[in-house]
């Protein structure tokens, strides 16, 4: 039986084989959140660690990918992607049309939904916005990573989409030990 985390680690080992992608976002280089142990055996040089500034992450990412680059930009808590909406919604979501499809920069967004066990974080760690995420974006595909299962698939489908469109894809805190 496949694990949550195991899976998460597996995907993250797969993506950092291309080598156009590189990680980014808060504990990617240095332990911080649950996000961090899924990318241990990640060399550190395909790692950005940033300070809190989610708007400029997501606009870093955008950069990125139209630079050629595959950015998995992590958000360690869904609360904090609310951040990054402007760059989200108004740019990486919209520049295909913006631009009559010239630009056609490919993001992997991973966010997870904050755990409630052992500790329950709070309303503002913990909330799933999955919904609202499916009716804003018109462009990225939004993915709630529920199964272990479907994990390893839905990251290699991100990286190798034809269309080259961005994905979010959604953990859940809880699945990280659980499941």
Not at 5 to 15: Q, V
Not at 36 to 55: A, G, M, S, Y
Not at 84 to 113: C, G, Y
Not at 118 to 141: A, R
């Amino acid at each position: 039986m496949k694990k949550y985390k195991d899976e998460l680690i597996r995907s993250m080992k797969y993506l950092s084989r291309d080598k156009r992608t590189i990680f980014l976002g808060q504990s990617v280089k240095y332990s911080g959140n649950a996000i961090f142990n899924t990318l241990r055996d990640i060399d550190d040089k395909k790692k950005i660690e940033l300070p809190v500034f989610e708007d400029v992450q997501m606009g870093l990412s955008t950069g990125l990918a139209l630079q050629g680059f595959i950015p998995i930009t992590c958000y360690p808590r869904f609360d904090f992607l609310i951040l990054a909406m402007n760059q989200l919604v108004n740019h990486l979501d919209k520049i295909r049309h913006m631009s009559f499809n010239e630009f056609k920069p490919r993001v992997i967004i991973r966010t997870s939904i904050g755990s409630k066990k052992p500790l329950d974080g709070g309303v503002q760690h913990t909330q799933n916005y999955t919904k609202m995420f499916k009716d804003i974006l018109t462009e990225i595909e939004v993915i709630n990573l529920v199964n272990p299962n479907q994990i390893f698939n839905e990251y290699k489908k991100a990286l190798k989409r034809k269309d080259s469109k961005s994905t979010l894809l959604i953990e859940n805190g809880d699945f990280y030990n659980s499941k």
